[in-house]
């Protein structure tokens, strides 16, 4: 990668002298977390330090929505919602260990760290966010409308409200990100923060008692000794771009997703060493992502599948999932392992669209694949006929086999598609999916994407295609928008060890640590709302 340090050996070294320059608090990582934890801690009246790797602050956050989910947040009970800790704690144990879930027990079935993790997020994410807003960091508006992802679920009894964006942000949210990250950034540097780019974190210093500092790489091959007099913090992000870690920790073939490039695990190294206890190594955050986008750094995964007369089919043409399920839960579909073939029979799915579509569906936010003219249509594969479009297919499976194992069209695709094409738009016409209940709950309306309007129909997700080309496709598989298994904190970002006790000197927030939500993407934004939570209530832990 250009302008980052290339990775060396994570092993601590010793000392407590000789730094080259010492501040209180060392951030490290100038994304989603590390910059509210460096504000927090700033305003708490300590020198602090930010570093990051990449030639530039942000990390993923900066291509993210930047939606945050905060949970009885200050506009929701102004405006008389309630959001009580039990019930948002209902919801969270039902989604995170749907096999665990007790409503009658003490911790609803997590874990007590489970539940002490997810407690602290409704406990601080509303104050974080105030103090942020307040300071002029990240102000917000408020999104009344927005649903949880499971907004339909009993155990969701504040369905709606949860969510805050950047107050800067469009009309579609989609460019949240690039508004926070400025408006975080430019409150740092007024405030005093020092920030560091091009710093490759590779090691701790440790001294006699805690962790004292961090040894940092620049490109130009100098290493620059930090030091921390209360506490180093990372917020480095997942390990997506890290195919090694992927490979070994995920229970899924991943491909790699939308974090930013530089997010490649390096925490998990440099914790190791330290007794950190790794947890939900095995979760991320998902998304459908384009196959042959996969590793590239403008990739957006697909939050939103964008048409109506457009349906996914595998490799024999049937179609085998709803199109429009959150994206978290869409991508878990791409990895269903046939023990009897020994196979992932979906691991590249197709999706298909017609001209209709083309013309009114066409989007480039949030990861959508139907682009407009003057867009990269580099994945998109065209037909006059589904016959056409069947070889087209083929063709473009043949020339991306190295990174599906060799995944082929089985025979008679052509044929099997004309018929699921036959059988989706006879369930279009009714407006009804009896096949896979497309558009039946709120949130898959919310990412349905732009469509022409339709006087008086049903169901705005579904539409039939049309009868004659031309038609269009793409492949999709599933990938990490970033994993969230990582050194295992206590709700004060106080990284633990084995036998649980917190290792002194050494915090995590954010991807690079492990986070609570285990199999779960509850709502919009439930990646960043608890970061924040969490940013400040270590910021508390560091300086009571
Ligand atoms: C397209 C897109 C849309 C998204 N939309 C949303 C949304 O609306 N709401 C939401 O909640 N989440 C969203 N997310 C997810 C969200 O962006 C991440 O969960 C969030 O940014 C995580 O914050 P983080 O600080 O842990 O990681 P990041 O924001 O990725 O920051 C990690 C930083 O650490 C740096 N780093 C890594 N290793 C080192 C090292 N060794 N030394 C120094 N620095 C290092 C990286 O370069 C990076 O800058 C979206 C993600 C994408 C890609």
Redesign the pocket.
């Known amino acids: 990668m250009d302008g980052v340090a290339a990775r060396e050996s994570a092993r601590p070294v010793r000392g407590d002298a000789g730094f080259d320059v010492v501040a209180d608090v060392v951030v490290?990582?100038?994304?989603?977390?590390?910059l509210p934890v460096a504000l927090f801690n700033r305003w708490r009246g300590n020198e602090v330090i930010v570093?990051?790797?990449?030639p530039e602050?942000?990390?993923?956050?900066k291509?993210?929505?930047?939606?945050?989910?905060v949970p009885n947040n200050r506009p929701m009970r102004a405006a008389g919602l309630t959001d009580e800790k039990d019930d948002f704690l209902r919801y969270v144990a039902r989604l995170s260990r749907p096999t665990r879930y007790d409503p009658d027990g003490p911790t609803l079935g997590l874990t007590e760290w489970e539940y002490a993790m997810a407690g602290a997020i409704h406990d601080s994410a509303s104050e974080a966010a105030e103090l942020l807003a307040e300071r002029g960091a990240l102000p917000y508006r408020h999104c009344p409308a927005v649903p949880d992802y499971w907004s339909e679920l009993d155990e969701d009894n504040a369905p709606y409200g949860r969510v805050l964006v950047p107050a800067d942000a469009s009309e579609s949210m989609a460019d949240?990100?690039e508004n926070a990250i400025r408006t975080l950034t430019a409150a740092a540097r007024r405030d005093g923060v020092e920030l560091r780019t091009g710093?490759?974190?590779?090691r701790v210093i440790l001294n006699a008692t805690r962790v004292a500092g961090v040894e940092?790489t620049t490109a130009d091959g100098h290493t620059h000794r930090i030091g921390a007099r209360k506490a180093v913090v990372f917020?480095?992000?997942?390990f997506t771009h890290d195919d090694d870690l992927r490979a070994n920790f995920l229970g899924v073939p991943a491909y790699r997703g939308?974090?930013?490039a530089?997010?490649?695990g390096?925490f998990v190294r440099i914790a190791g060493p330290l007794g950190a206890q790794l947890r939900n190594m095995n979760y991320a955050?998902m998304c459908p992502v384009p196959l042959e986008r996969s590793g590239r750094a403008d990739l957006?995964?697909m939050?939103s599948v964008s048409g109506d007369s457009m349906l996914f089919v595998d490799k024999t043409g049937r179609r085998v999932v709803n199109e429009k399920l959150p994206y978290n839960e869409l991508a878990q579909a791409f990895f269903r392992w046939d023990p009897a073939a020994a196979e992932y029979p979906h691991l590249v799915l197709v999706q298909i669209w017609d001209q209709r579509a083309a013309e009114h569906s066409a989007s480039d936010e949030y990861?959508r694949l139907i682009v407009p003219p003057g867009t990269d249509d580099s994945h998109v594969i065209r037909g006059e006929t589904l016959d056409d479009l069947s070889s087209a297919i083929a063709d473009r499976l043949a020339k991306v086999a190295a990174t599906t194992g060799g995944l082929r069209l089985s025979p008679g695709f052509a044929e099997t598609l004309k018929a699921t094409v036959t059988r989706y738009n006879d369930l279009a016409a009714a407006g009804r999916d009896t096949d896979f209940h497309r558009g039946e709950t709120p949130v898959q309306q919310l990412f349905n994407g732009p469509v022409k309007e339709e006087p008086g129909r049903e169901n705005p997700t579904l539409w039939p295609l049309a009868p004659h080309g031309p038609y269009y496709a793409a492949l999709v598989t599933g990938g990490t928008?970033?994993t969230k298994g990582g050194p295992r904190t206590d709700p004060d970002g106080r990284v633990l060890d084995d036998t649980g006790a917190p290792i002194p000197g050494l915090y995590g927030v954010?991807?690079?640590v492990a986070s609570a939500s285990a199999q779960a993407y509850w709502a919009?934004?439930?990646?960043?709302?608890p970061?924040i939570a969490f940013a400040h209530r270590t910021a508390l832990a560091i300086t009571p």
């Open positions: 490290v990582g100038g994304g989603g977390a590390g570093l990051e790797k990449a602050l942000g990390g993923t956050a291509k993210a929505a930047f939606w945050y989910w949240g990100g710093h490759r974190v590779q940092a917020a480095t992000g997942g939308c974090a930013v530089t997010n490649e390096d955050w957006v995964g939050f990861g928008l970033d954010g991807n690079c919009g934004g439930a990646t960043l709302g970061i």
